[in-house]
């Protein structure tokens, strides 16, 4: 599919390398032109791109059928091979400017940086850091612990991974391996995936302290990861799990803070409508944060707990008065 079907269209990118006006030719072809240039040397790299970056690479990710040849690459391993091609493409397209006697050897030389700056370039598009590096407030945030130093790069690393793993979020079996390398620890199967779970928890948590930067970085990149498909279950009937992309307290957290805003504007009406503020206030934080409100998937905290512990607090007249001059100067009254 790939092989070299312009065998005049290929001499012609050699020999316009050869007199230095690759670059230059390319920058002022027409559409169809350049289509044909593109179309050479893309029929040039490819076998040097699959030899000398995409074998390897699926070897090191233990895809022994992937590095077979192309017609054995997965959908996903594909797309990355055809990117790394595009990225020599662009790159000798742009690069070529000076004579090149050997073309091929020349292109060879430039598959490193042609595709890692690609993909630096693609990361920074999703606002993934192009090149993860720990922030010193967020090593302080971690205690300096070096694994959970080391976990923060890789979950900033794997943000701006367009792949996902498998029907889960974060490739926790991968980051056992490299758990057992840093701490020396010996992998543990189910016991080290749920202490993975809470550090890759722990460390959110850490990088959630800066907001923003949290929201750049890594939940914006993991927006664009493709959604995967999840394994059926035995049962057809039943519906799989949906891929949760925030934590329990994440979810609640935003929760809370919605039914905040859905209460301001219930005590604001009340109190646009002449109601006394004590009463106003009182009867909209039983309604909105009592355990009636609670219509979601789950309650974030027992209902007849909370219930008590409301009507404990908005009987008390002191913590009644600090909680209405609160919310009257979040309104601005």
């Known amino acids: ?53 995409t074998k390897p690479l699926e070897r090191q990710r233990r895809h022994p059928d992937c590095a077979r040849g192309l017609e054995w690459l997965r959908p996903d391993c594909l797309d990355r091979f055809h990117d790394d ?39 920074g598009e999703i606002g993934a850091l192009q090149r993860p590096r720990l922030p010193a407030w967020l090593g302080e945030a971690l205690g300096g612990d070096p694994w959970l130093c080391d976990l923060a790069v890789q979950i ?31 992998p543990g199967g189910h016991d080290t995936r749920d202490t993975l779970d809470r550090e890759v928890r722990t460390v959110l948590a850490a990088m959630g302290t800066k ?73 909209v934080v039983r309604r909105v944060f009592g355990s009636g409100g609670d219509a979601l998937d789950r309650l974030p905290h027992n209902g007849s707990a909370r219930d008590d512990w409301l009507a404990t607090a908005l009987a008390d007249e002191a913590r009644l008065d600090r909680i209405v001059t609160t919310v009257l100067a979040v309104l601005g009254r």
């Open 1 to 53: 599919m790939l092989d070299t079907t312009f065998p005049a269209a290929v001499a012609d990118v050699r020999q316009l390398a050869r007199d230095g006006r690759l670059a230059d030719s390319a920058a002022a072809a027409p559409p169809g032109e350049l289509a044909r240039l593109r179309g050479a040397v893309y029929s040039i790299a490819w076998p040097l791109v699959f030899a000398r970056i």
């Open 85 to 123: 091609v595009e990225a020599v493409v662009e790159h000798a397209l742009r690069r070529a400017t000076d004579p090149i006697d050997n073309f091929d050897g020349w292109l060879a030389t430039r598959l490193s940086p042609a595709t890692v700056d690609a993909h630096r370039r693609r990361r």
């Open 156 to 186: 900033l690393v794997w943000a701006g991974v367009p792949a996902t793993a498998g029907a889960e979020l974060w490739p926790l079996d991968g980051w056992g391996a490299r758990r057992a390398e840093v701490t020396g620890a010996p």
């Open 211 to 283: 907001p923003k930067w949290y929201a750049e970085h890594v939940e914006r990149p993991l927006g664009h990861k493709r959604a995967p498909v999840a394994p059926m279950p035995a049962d057809s009937a039943a519906e799989p799990a949906p891929l949760r992309l925030v934590g329990p307290e994440e979810t609640d957290d935003a929760r809370l803070a919605a039914r905040a805003e859905q209460a301001l504007r219930a005590i604001e009406r009340r109190l646009d409508r002449g109601e006394d503020p004590p009463t106003a206030v009182a009867t």
